[in-house]
């Protein structure tokens, strides 16, 4: 099955500095990878994905950045702000493949904190 | 649009005491449904999912179970809850693209 590594576990970073979250994964199915963001006490929420077909994907601030080669995608944020202090889960999945329908695999979490 | 609603928000239980926790979806057909667990500062952890009604498929072995008997509703319930069992319970809906969707989460606390 699926394994998706995550790092750093913390990134701390002053306002203003870009931060950059990356995941690896196994299984070379894989081909949808969504970002969730978590705010203490509250549930994860998407807030950017990329499918295989694509190397990166922006949206305002943050980015995905995809290399199916090397099995490895990553979350840049841009001129960061304390509202994007949360953690952050990276996941795969295969969508073609039956027997892994719906289980997401996520990675462990990194915990940023954006200090003013 | 789509929405899931997940009840209760929060629960303080007694070790063990039963367990029900209710989650629906609304504005969509045949979702695959989920039901997570993530303990204090942790990960998600997976613990079932169900592609129809009556069918469960669990991840974890575990005093807890899941039951979908409707479409769109999703329950986890526990016979006798252990110290274990507390944390944060988040039920989520997809369809076959891979996009995943959580409801608020159910705070349990197992004393």
């Known amino acids: 099955g699926e394994n998706v590594e995550q790092h750093p576990s913390t990134l701390s970073v002053q306002e203003g500095d870009s931060a950059v979250i990356k995941c690896t994964y196994s299984d070379s199915a894989s081909n949808y990878f969504p970002w969730y963001k978590q705010e203490l006490g509250k549930r994860p929420q998407l807030i950017i994905d990329?499918?295989?077909?694509?190397g990166e994907k922006k949206d305002q601030r943050i980015a995905v950045t995809l290399n199916k080669t090397a099995k490895h995608f990553s979350l840049h944020i841009t001129e960061t702000q304390p509202e994007d202090s949360a953690v952050y889960f990276c996941?795969?999945?295969?969508?073609?493949?039956?027997?892994?329908?719906?289980?997401?695999?996520f990675g462990a979490g990194t915990q940023v904190v954006v200090t003013p | 649009s789509q929405t899931i609603h997940q009840w209760p928000a929060t629960l303080v239980q007694p070790v063990g005491s039963p367990l029900s926790l209710e989650c629906t979806v609304e504005g969509t057909s045949n979702p695959n449904l989920y039901w997570y667990r993530q303990a204090a500062g942790r990960g998600l952890q997976l613990l079932f999912y169900?592609?129809?009604?009556?069918?469960i498929s669990s991840e974890v072995p575990q005093n807890l179970s899941a039951s979908r008997p409707q479409d769109r509703q999703f329950i986890l319930s526990s016979k006798k809850l252990l110290l274990s069992d507390s944390g944060f319970y988040l039920c989520a809906w997809s369809v076959n693209d891979g996009e995943l969707f959580f409801g608020e989460g159910s705070r349990l606390t197992v004393l």
């Open positions: 169900s592609i129809g009604i009556g069918q």
């Open positions: 990329i499918r295989s077909n694509v």
């Open positions: 996941a795969a999945i295969s969508t073609m493949t039956t027997d892994s329908w719906g289980k997401l695999q």
